[in-house]
């Protein structure tokens, strides 16, 4: 078993940067391959960022690239956002699965965080 827990998002101005972590308990997290999830009100959960168990791999969705980055640190994942949009309001969810396709590909990874509010105003 493995449980997540996000922290760093919070209200933050048009061009502003935020630091979100996803610290792991439970078995050994660098085994797992990560991702950033996010839903914005009314709109589909979308997959933002995500990175192998190894770190060799990584994805960045087309609407951040160039703004956010992923990394990990042991029991750690991050995402850095910089250059923050209105449209990037959302909650904000770490995903963790065995297989790095089911992460990137799906929403049926293992498990899950409780989310973390971004909120970018203008």
């Known amino acids: 078993q493995v449980q997540l827990e996000e922290s760093g998002g919070g209200m933050v101005q048009v061009g502003g940067s935020l630091r979100l972590s996803c610290a792991a308990s439970?078995?050994?997290?660098?085994?797992?391959?990560k991702g950033w999830f996010r839903q914005a009100p009314g709109k589909e959960r979308e997959l933002v960022a995500a990175?192998?168990?190894?770190?060799?791999s990584s994805y960045i969705s087309d609407s951040v690239r160039g703004r956010f980055a992923i990394s990990a640190d042991g029991a750690t994942v991050y995402l850095q956002m910089n250059s923050l949009k209105p449209e990037d309001t959302a909650v904000y969810y770490c995903?963790?699965?065995?297989?790095?396709?089911?992460?990137?590909?799906?929403?049926?990874?293992?498990?899950w965080g409780q989310g973390t509010q971004v909120t970018v105003s203008s």
């Open positions: 439970g078995r050994t997290f660098s085994s797992y391959a």
């Open positions: 990175i192998s168990s190894s770190g060799i």
């Open positions: 995903a963790a699965d065995q297989e790095f396709i089911v992460v990137l590909t799906s929403m049926r990874s293992a498990y």
